[in-house]
Every structure is written in C-alpha cells, then in structure tokens.
C-alpha cells in the first residue's frame, strides 16, 4: 500500500509541494529564488501580450492601407471612366439622314450632342465661298453643283457616274455636350453621283457622308485640296 507523504521528510514532499531547498540556500534565498520564478512567468505573459497587440496593430494597419488602396484604385477608375465619358461627348461624328437626292439632313451619331453652327467648305478648284448653317445642320445640291458639274468637264469625267463619286468637303461644327459647346473641323467624303440628260443639263444626286478624319485649323484648308486633287486626278488617258 502507498504511503502518504512524511512532511517531515523533505525528499517525500508531494506534487504540490514547493521545490527542493538547494545545499546550502535558505529561507531568504528560497523565496528570493520563488520571486524571480514568478516575475520570469509574468515578463513571459506581458511579452505574449506584447506580442498579441502588436499583430492586431499590424493587422489593424493592413486592413486600413487595404481599403484606403481600394478607395484610391475606385477613385482612379472613376476618374478614368469620367475622362472616357469626358473624350467621348467631345467627340463628334456627322451622319446624314435620309435626304431627297438634293438635300441631306445631318445630325450627330450620339444623341446627347447637339448642332449649333456649322460652316462647309469646299476645295478651292470649285471657287465657292464656305456655307454657313444655323441650327438646322444639312448639305444642298445647289450649293455647289454647277461648279462641280464645270471642274469635272475641265478634267474630262464622264458625264455618268458609276456607283457613287466623292467631293470633299471641309467642315467645322459647334456642339453642346453635357452643356459644354465645342468645336469638331473635320474632312467628309460627300457622296454623289451624276448623270448626263439630253437637253436638261446635268443631274446631281446626294448619296450620304463619310468621315475621312479630323484636321487642324492650320492645316484644314491644304488637307482639303489634297484630297480633292486625288480623288480628282485627270484620267491617264486625257493628260498632256
């Protein structure tokens, strides 16, 4: 049978018992020792602690440059997205409506622009003055049909068209977008085609508009001729 522990007897101390008192150490020393034991386990919790507080301070720290990066990156989308929406209203490309042959109605390919003014300018070959609208943007037959109808015989074009021919066309519109005015210059292919008739002249017929690309003021009234000298080159077989 197992006997209990003598407390009289420092080797036959239970579990719970206080350490064995060193060769030589005592009271004072024992307690001091016990002291210094106690403080070590305490310094260990407050360093764990320490540590502890330290990683939500951290954590803390990600967590707010985290959402502090995703409200920038937001910003800059949205700021990106602007500038496109921005770019894409100041961006004007004419289109026409159905016409009667002799007139055609423009009007801008996006619906949240709007027409004030416009001025046509025609190459220089043909000696007409710039045409300004107010309004109500369109291209007329009139304006410039007997002068093309004259430059082309000069080169010798037939009197027939086949499919559609071009006359460039140099064309400066004011627009509102999103309330702001702004100003497009661009060159435009008009498309026409002629025909010859015995006895009643000539017959001009206006097919549609096509844009060739956008010019600078400086540059608007040579990229104009330029155009209309290759698309209006004498034939081969009529040159000197």
């Known amino acids: 049978m197992t006997q209990p522990p003598d407390p009289h ?6 579990p719970d018992a206080h350490p064995a008192a060193r060769p030589g150490e005592g009271a004072g020393t024992r307690a001091e020792r016990r002291a210094d034991e106690a403080a070590a386990i ?3 919790w407050i360093t764990l602690g320490e540590l502890l507080a330290l990683a939500a301070v951290v954590i803390s720290a990600l967590t707010l440059w985290s959402n502090w990066s995703d409200r920038q990156d937001s910003r800059a989308d949205q700021a990106a997205t602007a500038r496109r929406a921005s770019a894409r209203a100041a961006t004007l490309v004419l289109v026409a409506g159905a016409g009667e042959g002799e007139r055609l109605a423009l009007h801008p390919a996006a619906s949240d622009q709007t027409v004030q ?3 046509v300018r025609f190459p220089a070959a043909l000696g007409l003055a710039p045409v300004a609208t107010t309004g109500e943007p369109r ?3 009139d ?3 007997q002068a093309l109808q004259k430059a082309r015989a000069r080169i010798d074009l037939p009197d027939d068209s086949r499919g559609d021919e ?3 066309l140099l064309i400066e519109t ?3 977008a999103d309330g702001a005015e702004h100003v497009d210059l661009a060159l435009y292919d008009l498309g026409y085609t002629i025909e010859g008739r015995l006895l009643r002249g000539h017959r001009l017929t206006l097919r549609g508009l096509s844009l060739v690309r956008r010019v600078a003021p400086a540059s608007g009234a040579a990229a104009l001729d330029a155009r209309w000298a290759r698309l209006f080159a004498r034939p081969a077989a009529t040159r000197d």
């Open 117 to 119: 003014r416009q001025s």
């Open 174 to 176: 004011r627009f509102l």
């Open 139 to 141: 291209i007329e037959a």
């Open 166 to 168: 071009q006359l460039p």
């Open 9 to 14: 007897r420092p080797d036959s101390a239970g």
């Open 42 to 44: 305490r310094r260990r």
């Open 143 to 145: 304006w410039f049909a």
